[in-house]
């Protein structure tokens, strides 16, 4: 006669599930938080404002940040897809299980998502931040996510 699940012990480790918590996942959270934070010090911190008449202020913030210019949004978003990228690994929570569609379906909807409001808002972008500075990069982004998703794909079973 079989136990009931009540008796049975608790598994802690389901080794077709592996943990949740690995190197290679940490990683990727140290990538993918990092890129959006460097492109959010970057709006915020060093950028130079733009007031209502189009004239740009005077740019704050770190020397090495400001030589960088607009190179710094290449720099985050490289981070943030690199990162999203790096996830989509059977060790990783996302890389595994009902992770991998939540993954792809994410990183798809994103991507479109961005592409979408870019045209949206393509006459005047002044009042979206990141779209305002980025320009015709914004393609880049959004065919970047949907790129990372298909990196989801290929390991979707």
């Known amino acids: 006669m079989a136990k009931s699940k009540?008796?049975?012990a608790p598994v802690t480790?389901?080794?077709d599930r592996g943990p949740i918590l690995s190197i290679r996942?940490?990683?990727s959270l140290v990538l993918i938080l990092g890129g959006i934070a460097w492109i959010a010090f970057y709006y915020v911190g060093v950028r130079a404002?733009?007031?209502?008449f189009g004239v740009p202020g005077k740019e704050t913030g770190p020397g090495f940040l400001r030589d960088l210019d607009g190179y710094n949004y290449l720099i985050g978003f490289a981070a943030l897809m690199l990162g999203l990228?790096?996830?989509?690994?059977?060790?990783?929570?996302?890389g595994r299980g009902r992770g991998v569609?939540?993954?792809?379906l994410g990183c798809f909807l994103i991507g479109l998502a961005w592409?979408?409001?870019?045209?949206?808002?393509?006459?005047d972008p002044?009042?979206?931040p990141i779209f305002n500075d980025l320009g015709q990069k914004n393609l880049f982004v959004g065919i970047s996510f949907m790129a990372v998703g298909f990196t989801f794909a290929t390991r979707w079973e």
Request: net charge negative; charged share 15%; proline share 10%.
């Open 6 to 8: 009540s008796e049975s």
């Open 13 to 15: 480790f389901d080794p």
């Open 25 to 27: 996942f940490l990683i």
């Open 49 to 52: 404002p733009i007031d209502e």
């Open 85 to 94: 990228a790096f996830s989509a690994h059977p060790k990783t929570p996302l």
């Open 101 to 104: 569609v939540v993954g792809m």
């Open 115 to 123: 592409i979408c409001v870019y045209y949206a808002i393509n006459q």
């Open 126 to 128: 002044s009042s979206v």
